[in-house]
């Protein structure tokens, strides 16, 4: 059995590294990105964005100061687990105290603020039943500079690809500075409204730079990022290159009479740890 004291540990570690410490994918796209800018200010951002990171990591303290709301993705196998909602938020409240994290969650009607960023339904955890012998856990800690230029169009079928990659492409460049770019651009397909939000969000956990398996969504991803990064808003939406470092899209098979589109905007701090546990 995995104890709820494994996952409240493993919660802890995953919540630190992942605020700490960008992943080694995210940050090769914004040395790339360095090297592809010709503007100078654009430079200039990315630099600070990269002296950022190098230091978070020096000092082992959060990269931003928005430490962001937990999101946890559990993939959950053929395994017995003690206490797992349980485990998780006693790990968000450790990494809270001991990181320490900003305390972001409140009550949404009267703003009270909890102080350990638990509270009802947060943090956000979302199960996937898997056939596996062991259990999966990601942190994705999100930020809410970036999750307020979240957008939803329940979109006509009739609209198709071409629809689909306008809206994705118009909800990116609408966001302008305020989701600190460069971005990642998550996009979910289908399903439902909310499953294809769900998606969005999860798309930002494939790795930048790692071309899609599906060679029509691969195509997609490419095309939309070419589009957003012509637009020249660039890093920090000063100007250049590098508006985003990459579009990640997932897919669900939907209704008839549907053609979801949920876009997910993350910042530069594409932020998430990922560990698996088996049975102890």
Not at 43 to 70: F, R, S, V, W, Y
Request: hydrophobic fraction near 35%.
């Amino acid at each position: 059995m995995i104890s709820e004291k494994t996952i409240e540990d493993t919660v802890y570690q995953l919540y630190k590294k992942a605020a700490i410490d960008l992943n080694e994918d995210v940050v090769k796209s914004l040395e790339d990105a360095l090297e592809n800018e010709e503007d100078e200010l654009a430079k200039l951002n990315i630099n600070n964005i990269l002296k950022n990171i190098e230091l978070a990591h020096k000092n082992q303290i959060p990269m931003c100061q928005d430490t962001g709301l937990g999101v946890i993705f559990v993939k959950l196998g053929n395994v017995e687990v003690e206490n797992l909602k349980e485990g998780i938020e006693k790990g968000v409240r450790k990494a809270t105290k001991e990181v320490p994290l900003r305390p972001n969650i409140v009550d949404p009607i009267t703003r009270e603020n909890s102080g350990d960023n638990t509270g009802v339904y947060i943090p956000y955890i979302s199960i996937e039943l898997t056939d596996t012998d062991y259990l999966e856990i990601t942190v994705l800690p999100k930020g809410f500079g970036s999750e307020n230029n979240n957008k939803l169009k329940m979109a006509l079928p009739a609209e198709g690809k071409e629809g689909i990659k306008d809206f994705v492409i118009e909800s990116a460049l609408a966001a302008g500075g305020k989701p600190c770019p460069p971005m990642v651009v998550g996009v979910g397909i289908g399903g439902t409204s909310d499953l294809a939000m769900k998606l969005a969000k999860e798309a930002l956990i494939e790795k930048v730079g790692q071309p899609n398996p599906d060679d029509e969504l691969n195509q997609m991803e490419n095309e939309i990022l070419e589009r957003i990064n012509k637009n020249g808003k660039g890093p920090m939406g000063l100007g250049g290159k590098t508006t985003a470092l990459d579009v990640k899209i997932k897919k669900a098979s939907t209704h008839t009479a549907g053609l979801p589109i949920g876009v997910c905007i993350q910042c530069w701090a594409n932020r998430h740890a990922t560990s698996i546990l088996k049975d102890e």
